[in-house]
């Protein structure tokens, strides 16, 4: 019955960020809202809303373990399950110097994860003001390069302004009740097995929040555009350093979790490495990535529920 509630709470989490996005990009077409904002809505929040209505539940109900191992975990994810997948399907050949600037900033992200969790230092107000508002600047700017795929926003609706607020309410009140079966299912799990919070977290929590993000990338690979899919999963890893982790933030104060710190963030600057390698010196992502990536996936689930 746990699974059961479990996947329902996913269900209404990916479907609440969906129409939210969708409620939000009319909203912001019908009163004129720049295409910077709407860009901005589409790619990070939009694609990251299951994991921050998660994570803000996680560490509103005092369970912020379950919150950054699910951050962690996802950006794991992202990088090797979810370009491992893609890359099997089409392989990603236009490598850009974007798209590198963003993996090295996904390892300087990594390197203050670290670094945060050796010198104890916790996620709290100053933490969120300063990861939030870095956020919007790296947003900003990559919006304003055209960096970030833009094609999705016309395919989200335009409706009527009434109907937008009502999809924009729907969609809040989806994530709210989703988050609540979600993160609850997922903490009786970890109680009924005898498992840490932060071990569910990086794992089941990390992949269910994460499969929207797969789905995505395998149909945009049967569709060979893949051009994107690098740089979204890079700009989604940002998104859920400094967006998921900075806004929970507000939300209470956490620290990082030992079990995190002592592998799962070293493994998590490993694969960012390894994805930058093949950018630089391969310059192509490709099956021999896609092989590599499930691989190292599957045998890191394996290893952290040994």
């Known amino acids: ?31 004129n809202v720049s295409l ?8 990070a929040a939009g694609t990251s ?25 996802s950006n794991i994810a992202n990088l090797i399950l979810i370009m491992a997948a893609t890359s099997f399907f089409a392989p990603i050949d236009k490598i850009n110097q974007n798209q590198i600037n963003q993996a090295w900033m996904n390892i300087g992200l990594g390197l203050i994860l670290i670094l945060m969790h050796i010198l104890f230092l916790p996620f709290n107000y100053l933490y969120g003001i300063i990861a939030v508002s870095l956020l919007f600047l790296i947003m900003f700017l990559q919006v304003k390069k055209g960096a970030i795929n833009m094609s999705g926003v016309d395919e ?5 302004i009434i109907v937008s607020i009502i999809f924009i309410t729907l969609g809040i009140f989806l994530l709210i009740y989703g988050s609540d079966l979600f993160v ?27 499969l929207p993000e797969l789905a995505v990338g395998i ?26 982790l900075g ?5 209470g104060n956490f620290n990082m979790p030992n079990i995190l710190g002592y ?26 990535y896609g092989s590599i990536g499930l691989l190292m996936y599957f045998s890191y689930i394996v290893y952290i529920y040994n």
Do not use: C, W
Request: net charge positive; proline share 1%; hydrophobic share 60%.
């Open 49 to 73: 809303l299951p994991e921050l209505a998660s994570a803000i539940k996680a560490v509103i109900t005092n369970h912020s373990d379950l919150a950054v191992g699910a951050v962690v975990g």
């Open 247 to 251: 806004i929970s933030s507000f939300f």
């Open 156 to 160: 989200k609706g335009d409706y009527s």
């Open 263 to 288: 592998q799962d963030l070293i493994f998590m600057l490993f694969v960012t490495f390894l994805i930058l390698g093949f950018m630089f010196f391969i310059k192509r992502i490709g099956r021999l």
């Open 1 to 31: 019955m746990t699974i059961i509630l479990l996947i329902l709470g996913l269900i209404f989490l990916v479907g609440g960020a969906e129409i939210v996005v969708r409620g939000s990009v009319s909203l912001g077409k019908k009163i």
């Open 36 to 43: 910077f904002a709407i860009g901005i809505v589409i790619v």
């Open 219 to 244: 149909l945009a690979a049967i569709k060979r555009k893949v051009d994107f899919a690098l740089g979204n999963v890079l700009g989604s890893n940002i998104y859920n350093v400094l967006g998921v």
């Open 184 to 210: 609850n299912s997922a903490i009786n799990i970890a109680n009924v097995f005898n498992i840490p919070e932060a071990i569910i977290g990086i794992s089941l929590v990390a992949f269910g929040t994460s």
